[in-house]
Nanobody, 119 residues
Framework: QVQLVESGGGLVQSGESLRLSCAASGSGFSINAMGWHRQAPGNQRELVAVINSGGSTNYADSVKGRFTISRDNAKNMVYLQMNSLKPEDTATYYC?????????????WGKGTLVTVSS
């Protein structure tokens, strides 16, 4: 059983920064990867950034160079530093955890935190 709770969203102006946090709790699993997805009204959910168990990262082209994903394994936390924010970054951001069990893996999702960027 895994629970994810996001925080750090809010309203900012173009060019400003936000840092999102995600706290994972539970037991009986190890982490394959943690990441962030976002969904704007009327759009499908899209990948923003992911970090795997070995520390390698992947970013959407639209955020590469502006966003940085990081983790604190001891605290089961993952972060998303968002710099140079643009109005098109406006979305609900969801934390994702891919949990590894003995014979299978499973995805868990947080409830999301809203990021709004004004022009």
């Amino acid at each position: 059983q895994v629970q994810l709770v996001e925080s750090g969203g809010g309203l900012v102006q173009s060019g400003e920064s936000l840092r999102l946090s995600c706290a994972a709790s539970g037991s009986g699993f190890s982490i394959n990867a943690m990441g962030w997805h976002r969904q704007a009204p009327g759009n499908q959910r899209e990948l923003v950034a992911v970090i795997n168990s070995g520390g390698s990262t992947n970013y959407a082209d639209s955020v590469k160079g502006r966003f940085t994903i990081s983790r604190d394994n001891a605290k089961n936390m993952v972060y998303l530093q968002m710099n140079s924010l643009k109005p098109e970054d406006t979305a609900t951001y969801y934390c994702n955890l891919n949990a590894k069990y003995i014979l299978y893996s499973r995805d868990y999702w947080g409830k999301g935190t809203l990021v709004t960027v004004s022009s």
